[in-house]
């Protein structure tokens, strides 16, 4: 009787202990996983540029050597560069694609930033699509995730045809457009002599 007496004390005690316990568990595991989390940030800008929930500021380079002007329509003529920056409704640089012209038509290539509040580079991608593949238009993207420290944690590559199929690199023209990743908003904008007004 006396044990018994003494499990009825003590299991509301144990109980009280463990469930204590669990709560406190929640607060020793590990913050979300950092390439789900820019993953997710990336998707997230992705989503405001296609439903045109951003400001658009678009801008020409006419040459290599000419410095980029802001335009307000299609620009009809052949240049070298254009570049298209995204705000959000702060008014603060969210990512900027660069899309060199292509004179020929044989290919379309987009290189985006993407950046955090801080003005950070966390993200870039690289969209070629070309007309000059084995089977018709290849359409390559390559992805590159960076922490804070602007090292890489994440590459993803893919080329595909119209079909979605995989297809192999050997399959189509190689063209190498020289370009550079920066880390963070101020030196794209310095390098590239864009005034962000």
Not at 21 to 34: A, H, M, V, Y
Not at 37 to 59: C, G
Not at 61 to 85: G, T
Request: glycine fraction near 4%.
């Amino acid at each position: 009787m006396k044990n018994l007496f003494l499990i009825i004390l003590l299991f509301p005690l144990f109980f009280s202990c463990n469930f204590s316990t669990k709560g406190n568990t929640s607060r020793l595991l590990p913050e979300p996983d950092i390439l789900e989390r820019l993953t997710y940030q990336k998707a997230e800008i992705d989503t405001l540029t296609s439903r045109n929930k951003t400001k658009i500021i678009n801008y020409i380079q006419l040459s290599e050597s000419d410095l980029p002007f802001q335009i307000d329509s299609i620009f009809e003529d052949d240049y070298y560069s254009e570049f298209v920056l995204y705000k959000d409704s702060l008014g603060k640089i969210i990512s900027i694609s660069e899309i060199p012209y292509s004179r020929s038509g044989d290919w379309f290539l987009v290189l985006t930033h993407y950046f955090d509040k801080e003005g950070k580079t966390f993200a870039f991608t690289k969209q070629f699509n070309t007309f000059l593949c084995l089977n018709g238009i290849g359409y390559e993207t390559t992805t590159e995730f960076y922490n804070s420290d602007f090292q890489i944690i994440a590459k993803k590559y893919e080329l595909i045809d119209k079909d979605n199929n995989p297809i192999s690199e050997n399959d189509c023209f190689d063209y190498n457009f020289e370009y550079t990743i920066f880390q963070n908003i101020d030196k794209y904008l310095k390098n590239k002599k864009i005034k962000n007004e």
